[in-house]
């Protein structure tokens, strides 16, 4: 079974920044569509940024210019810098791999990990 473990999440001001990181376990990382997904308090999980095995990238249209999605083969790791946080960017975020590299329709392969909050507040 796949292990993901996300880290990086915290505490910041609006118009903070920060990086959250996943390790997975899965020894051919490298082949899967991996994306970040985040769970705010009440609503559904969403999709907020996938990044495909040729390093092709898609957006959610709330993160777009200010989240970047990368990935690591060698260190089977895939982060997210997120830059000018808002508050509306508060929840729990997670990594997985997806078998679809569209926003918008979560697909994960493997079990979700414990995820890393992040919260945006003054």
């Known amino acids: 079974q796949v292990q993901l473990v996300e880290s990086g999440g915290g505490l910041v001001q609006p118009g903070g920044s920060l990086r959250l990181s996943c390790a997975a376990s899965?020894?051919?990382?490298?082949?899967?569509?991996m994306g970040w997904y985040r769970q705010a308090p009440g609503k559904q999980r969403e999709s907020v940024a996938i990044?495909?095995?040729?390093?092709?990238?898609n957006y959610a249209t709330s993160v777009k210019g200010r989240f970047t999605i990368s990935r690591d083969n060698a260190k089977k790791t895939v982060y997210l810098q997120m830059n000018n946080l808002e508050f509306e960017d508060t929840a729990v975020y997670y990594c997985?791999?997806?078998?679809?590299?569209?926003?918008?329709?979560?697909?994960?392969?493997?079990?979700w990990g414990q995820g890393t909050q992040v919260t945006v507040s003054p």
């Open positions: 997985n791999a997806d078998r679809d590299s569209r926003i918008g329709s979560v697909q994960p392969m493997w079990t």
């Open positions: 899965q020894s051919t990382f490298r082949i899967y569509t």
């Open positions: 990044i495909t095995a040729g390093g092709s990238t």
